[in-house]
């Protein structure tokens, strides 16, 4: 079956620092993958997805490629901000377009 | 604003009583699901729903019944509550193969 690995946390870096956030996959064909974010109290929301190999997602700074020949979407910043503290969440969809498959989650904190 | 929305956001039970959790979404969306989030856990699904009219069992059914009332009504039901079942439930709704919206969750608290 899919399968998604997160890098664990919790991930601690101070404000401006540069962030990666490992995001590996194991899935047949060719799924969709997605990072979603987890402000406090609040439910996940999509922040970037790609849909096909060499694919770059981007949005608020972050950025990811999907990248098929290391099955991997890792989740990078180049400086991150105290508001980017969150956990964030890799996914798939597999290429059936069946359910989601979302990795444990990563725990970022920034300090000022 | 379109998207997900939860009720209630917050509760606390009793051992033994029960409840429902309603979730509505106004995208029209197909599938529908709900999750569990427990600290250090992820996310664990219980029940979705691929469209009205159709239920399936995730992870963790064990306690917990739904109920696709309509394309944009998806309830989950606890009939005897137990302090294991406190967590932090999100309902989520999504087009075929496409990202999911997730509702901003509902805090149960089971003493």
């Known amino acids: 079956g899919n399968s998604v690995t997160q890098m664990e946390g919790p991930v601690t870096l101070s404000e401006e620092a540069f962030l990666t956030i490992n995001c590996t996959y194991t899935?047949?064909?060719?799924?969709?993958l997605f990072w979603y974010v987890q402000y406090p109290g609040e439910g996940l929301q999509l922040l970037l997805k790609a849909t096909k190999a060499d694919d770059k997602g981007s949005n608020k700074g972050f950025e990811a490629t999907y990248r098929k020949e290391t099955t991997s979407f890792h989740l990078e910043k180049g400086s991150v901000q105290v508001s980017d503290s969150a956990v964030y969440f890799c996914?798939?969809?597999?290429?059936?377009?069946?359910?989601?498959?979302f990795g444990d989650g990563t725990t970022l904190t920034v300090k000022p | 604003n379109a998207g997900v929305t939860q009720t209630p956001k917050f509760q606390v039970l009793k051992t033994g009583q029960s409840m429902t959790l309603q979730c509505a979404q106004d995208m029209n969306h197909n599938s529908m699901y709900w999750y569990r989030q427990d600290p250090g856990m992820g996310l664990r699904l219980i029940y979705y729903?691929?469209?009205?009219?159709?239920?399936d069992k995730g992870e963790v059914p064990n306690g917990y019944n739904v109920s696709r009332l309509n394309k944009r009504e998806f309830s989950l039901r606890l009939e005897s509550a137990a302090p294991s079942q406190t967590s932090v439930y999100f309902c989520?709704?999504?087009?075929?193969?496409?990202?999911?919206?997730f509702g901003s969750g509902t805090r149960l608290t089971v003493v």
């Open positions: 899935a047949t064909g060719y799924p969709s």
């Open positions: 729903s691929a469209s009205e009219g159709t239920t």
């Open positions: 996914a798939l969809i597999g290429a059936n377009a069946g359910k989601s498959t």
């Open positions: 989520a709704s999504s087009e075929h193969g496409r990202s999911y919206t």
